[in-house]
């Protein structure tokens, strides 16, 4: 099935770890973004990219990494320099007419 | 000033009515504009978007664009039950990278 993959569904993060969340898709778009959702909020922009090797820093990167080494794979690192990190994060991809979301991530730190 | 606003809510109207949310947009130049949907707990999926001046409409929806007055309405009409959730205006930002800013949703309830 087309569409776009985030794994896993749940994660826990230790105090000062770092973690990756995935984000795969084979719709063959270009464009890929995360976005963070806190309760009750809408969706802040962390990052973009829209070719392989070459990503942007949205409202809220700090704290936050990526990789776009192939056109189908955009992975999210949170590392132990974001403050806050429990939240919803969900990753898009678009052909440039509009973007479509993967189930997201739940983030949580214990 | 945010660069995608919407009214929070939550928008209360009766089974059957017309629900109408707006957005408005700081940046002028912004050329494609988007309606989702996203219910408790859930990611957001698209309805409806938009790129011309004027309504566009498919079944119960209907997108309105106003680029002069940098302003985007949804109408959702016969409002079911079924279409109580937050609904999120995206904006397509023009500066060469394609970002997609999200105002912060409304929430809409529909009462039996």
């Known amino acids: 099935d087309g569409g776009i993959t985030q794994s896993p569904k749940y994660l826990f993060r230790k105090e000062g770890q770092n973690v990756t969340l995935s984000c795969e898709q084979n719709l063959n778009h270009d464009a890929m973004y995360w976005y963070r959702q806190d309760p009750g909020q809408g969706l802040r922009l962390i990052y973009y990219?829209?070719?392989?090797?070459?990503?942007q820093k949205g409202d809220i990167a700090e704290g936050y990494s990526v990789s776009r080494e192939k056109k189908e794979s955009f992975p999210l690192t949170v590392t132990s320099a974001q403050k806050n990190p429990t939240a919803f994060y969900l990753c898009a991809s678009s052909s440039g007419v509009a973007a479509f979301f993967g189930q997201g991530t739940r983030l949580t730190v214990v | 000033q945010k660069e995608v606003e919407q009214n929070s809510g939550p928008l209360s109207v009766p089974e059957g009515a017309i629900a109408s949310l707006n957005c408005t947009y700081s940046d002028r130049g912004s050329q494609s504009f988007f309606w989702y949907r996203q219910y408790s707990g859930k990611s957001p999926e698209l309805i409806m978007f938009i790129y011309s001046n004027g309504d566009k409409e498919d079944g119960r929806f209907t997108a309105q664009l106003n680029k002069a007055s940098q302003y985007v309405s949804l109408l959702i009409r016969d409002s079911q039950p079924s279409d109580s959730a937050t609904y999120l205006c995206a904006v397509n930002i023009l500066g060469g990278y394609n970002k997609l800013i999200f105002g912060a949703g409304t929430r809409l309830a529909v009462h039996p």
């Open positions: 990219s829209q070719i392989v090797n070459d990503f």
